[in-house]
């Protein structure tokens, strides 16, 4: 247990459905992240928030949405994906420290996604 | 962009054998994270390095950080069944972010 949960643990959706992730932390962390774990890639970050707002998007398609109503929660809400969109999306969290240059952040076990 | 690049791919021991894991990089890096991600589970931090020559250890892992901060390494001694996971390296992105950039990862299978 790391403090960080995922649902769903798992998801099958064809391209023409619309779903949401959700991720909870209960650490009291003030930055939250989405990230995307794909066979023989690095993780690649999607977005990042921080204090509830927004303040990295890596260049995502907008098929990816995501919301952060407060600093214990963040979706990732999903329409029209593609079949290369399938991999596993991982939740992080973070106390932000924006002087330092390292952050220790603490996984959830992520959603494993398949787009048929 | 910084590049993190992690060596070996894979790696298939039998329990009790040794092992030496690598993270490299063409840059300095401030600091270097180690992650292990077991299967169907998300990565877990290990250590953090941010002296260059340090070494670290966590029962039978070390870390060293290359002198010159531009490389990392993990030994594992002993390995046992329940070291088997995905082997992360993480550093800052440059551009001083704090958001860290991941390698690729080795992929280490104990078998007894």
């Known amino acids: 247990e790391t403090g960080v949960t995922q649902t769903p643990r798992h998801l099958v959706m064809g391209m023409t459905n619309k779903k949401s992730l959700k991720c909870e932390q209960h650490?009291?962390?003030?930055?939250m992240y989405w990230y995307k774990q794909s066979a023989k890639k690095p993780l690649e970050l999607m977005f990042v928030?921080?204090?509830?707002?927004?303040?990295e998007n890596n260049s995502v398609p907008s098929r990816f949405s995501p919301e952060c109503p407060n600093s214990s929660h963040l979706f990732l809400h999903l329409h029209t994906l593609q079949p290369e969109d399938s991999a596993l999306y991982l939740c992080?969290?973070?106390?932000?420290?924006?002087?330092?240059?390292?952050?220790?952040?603490?996984f959830g076990p992520g959603t494993r996604l398949t787009v048929l | 962009t910084q590049l993190l690049e992690q060596s070996p791919q894979f790696l298939s021991i039998q329990e009790g054998e040794n092992l030496t894991v690598y993270c490299n990089s063409s840059?300095?890096?401030?600091?270097l994270q180690w992650y292990r991600q077991e299967p169907g589970e998300g990565p877990v931090l290990l250590v953090t390095?941010?002296?260059?020559?340090e070494v670290k250890k966590l029962k039978r892992l070390t870390f060293q950080f290359g002198d010159a901060r531009k490389d990392s390494s993990l030994h594992i001694t002993a390995a046992q069944t329940g070291d088997t996971g995905l082997y992360l390296c993480?550093?800052?992105?440059?551009?001083?972010?704090?958001?860290?950039?991941f390698g690729r990862g080795t992929s280490l299978i104990v078998h007894p």
């Open positions: 992080a969290s973070s106390q932000e420290r924006a002087a330092e240059t390292r952050i220790e952040q603490f």
């Open positions: 650490l009291g962390h003030n930055a």
């Open positions: 928030y921080n204090f509830k707002e927004q303040t």
């Open positions: 840059s300095v890096f401030s600091s």
């Open positions: 390095v941010v002296t260059g020559g």
């Open positions: 993480a550093g800052p992105a440059s551009g001083g972010s704090y958001i860290p950039t």
